[in-house]
């Protein structure tokens, strides 16, 4: 994070960022954590990526609450914030979405691996958690915490869970690795599944992804200010 | 409907909206019932939809003539909206398109599902209407009374019916409701597209369906104010 | 055409709408027979369409050599127009395009139908062309009257020909058809190789390529004031 | 290139017509050899294509060092370049890029080919390159001298070299050269992987390949100014 840019004025970039680049469309949202108090994290209220502003920003502890109570409309989903950095204190930033790039995964048996060095960031295994598994019929939103819980446990340690017929959640250590995550997820997919229409693929070891996978902080900052300036184009 | 908005003016948007997220092009039409006469309703003139303003905008009745007699060209498939408003009091909007995205769906016998959770505005069954059933060689336009009254009893109580190598017509009960499902219905039958060249689908339940499918109004307004705002980038 | 709208302003706007709809890009050029002089056509200099303006037309005979000695430098490929303006009287405008919508067609086996009915106006034959089958082994540019009087005799009186690993030639009887042809054609190849992947398509008949396939003048009115708007968007 | 256009500017033009038409995103770079010293080239700083101006041009030795030291960051595969240009006197121009029309090359066994007259500039043969081979477990990036050194010896005295799991690698005799190549070689690979889902594709003989693929200055000069048009609208 640029040392002049507050927390929530990069939450707002990252929201405009991911639904630029194709993540995020009317629905979807991005949090990020409270840098000097990790019991709250900032996340907006009800609205479409796009046209969140620094004010739409509110304060949430880890149950998913306001902190100062508010009669604006919440994300129906935002227990799914509050339960991964409760369980993960190494994350510092959460997307979900449901990414056109993500979803044949989500609905199909295909597994998503790493084919290319940016998508090193997927990292060695994708978990994919089905709300049917534990919770029956629902409307397939995560809206209870104990349904946030179980998503939290089949993501465990790692950066990338998919949801069977619904999306995917993305969790990274900082706002510039979470939409690099994000992004270079989805163009990892899209690759797998045009080249998947002529051959099987060649993928990356796991000792490759060990290699490839940490980007270097100027790494995450070159694509971030790449797709800032994309914003006003 | 914002209380400031008058029902010309929200069909204005509808249009432009539809226009702009590909579900119209240069053909296509978008119409709302009259909200203090139920045997009334509003479409524009023929012109493509992202070119209608308020001005554009005719009354018609119910057998799809002009209230007030008019010399301007008229779309020629206006009875689709005049039967399906005689046919279904529920229904207070109405699309009828060609997208590319339910198009292979129109000309193969692939069926419709919902496989995503904004995909559950579709409904648990899409009929596929053809016009030759009746009608045997035609060129394929809704122009008569008889294919419209034709295809309004196809659609039945459902909310799209699929016309074979042709489009689809969409109802709803408002013209938010029809933007949304318009919109994300082309969107799930994209990601059954895709999702298909990579296996079978795991689709959505009929329980899950009736879970799903009522979104409340702030869910609507969330996406509409979303695409309303995108008509000024 | 508007009234007050001469053939060299009507052939400026066709340019830019068949590059901004993706059927021409840096390469692909289009013609319109002189109003006045069946034995003349207008043509830009070699240049992209997208940048055509009216300075840069040329009047050309039907050897499709400049009536006015020019040093500017010619589209290699223009023969194209005149052999045709010389065989079909019927004809008033040509477009020659390398749409990726086609391609696929000229790569392999795949024959071009009518599906839809904007897409009637493909006609219903659509011939393929193959330099290589009267002239061997070439660099697949059309720059020889013989080379070009071969492809017109391949097109006889339809209204387009496909060319082997090449592209398309299409032909109409003025500018608005010729943009509804060109473009309609594209959207109808697009969908179908988007429905083959789901299984065999269904087709028009000929009797309804028939009754669908003349489309009055207020239906091509309607689509170019269409395209014509979105070039200032 | 221009005779007013020096070689710094026409490659920050070329890295953002390469950026805006697709073949580079946030990563991918373009250099040109330095006009007067062949031991020279021109390549920018690390940073996206698209954001790069003149002031972000260094000149570099052909060990891929900067000339005057300098402390911005550098790019890390910036290699490629030097060993090349060592290898390969008749190369003024190189594009390295992760383009998603040529990843599903890399990804499987496929083939380019050549299937139409503008993409005869790919040439006769693509070489795909696997750092696996001689390097074993990489992170998959070009870093170090003799794993460049390994990739020109795959390039050998064609125009563009694959990299599997990873991009290309395209060189050229100038600028103008090097932007046709890249993107005409992206298209031909996009229609090749459309074309491939219908059926065996018919590709063009090296006689044709050899006749096609010379193209002169007037027809590089013509994209190459409808490109650079595009960047302002």
């Known amino acids: 994070m640029d040392a002049d840019e507050s927390p929530k004025s990069a939450l707002v970039t990252a929201n405009a960022i991911l639904a630029r ?8 949202h991005v949090s990020v954590r409270h840098p000097d108090d990790p019991s709250r994290f900032y996340l907006a209220r009800s609205l479409a990526p796009e046209r969140v502003t620094g ?12 902190v100062v109570p508010s009669a604006v409309p919440l994300y129906s989903e935002r227990v799914i914030h509050g339960a991964i950095y409760q369980s993960r204190p190494d994350v510092n930033a959460i997307c979900h979405h449901h990414a056109a790039a993500v979803l044949p995964f989500c609905l199909t048996g295909l597994t998503l691996h790493v084919v290319t060095q ?12 089905d ?4 919770f029956g019929a629902t409307n397939h939103l995560v809206t209870k915490p104990e349904e946030a819980a179980s998503l939290a446990r089949c993501l465990g340690p790692h950066a990338i869970v998919l949801m069977k017929r619904h ?29 998947l229409q002529h051959g099987p693929l060649d993928t990356f070891t796991d000792e490759e992804i060990a290699l490839a996978g940490k980007f270097p902080e100027a790494t995450l900052a070159r694509a971030w200010d ?8």
Do not use: M, N
């Not at 680049?21 to 979807?28: E, I, K, S, T, Y």
């Not at 004010?55 to 306001?66: C, K, M, N, R, T």
């Open 226 to 233: 790449y797709w800032r300036a994309r914003l006003r184009s």
């Open 131 to 134: 709300q049917r598994d534990e």
């Open 21 to 28: 680049q194709g993540v995020l469309d009317a629905f979807g």
């Open 167 to 195: 999306g995917a959640t993305v969790v990274a250590s900082s706002l510039r690795e979470l939409a690099f995550r994000s992004i270079y997820s989805c163009r990892d997919a899209e690759l797998q599944l045009r080249g």
């Open 55 to 66: 004010s739409d920003i509110l304060e949430f502890d880890l149950a998913s609450q306001p």
């Open 118 to 129: 940016l998508g090193a960031t997927i990292g060695k295994h994708v978990p994919l958690w």
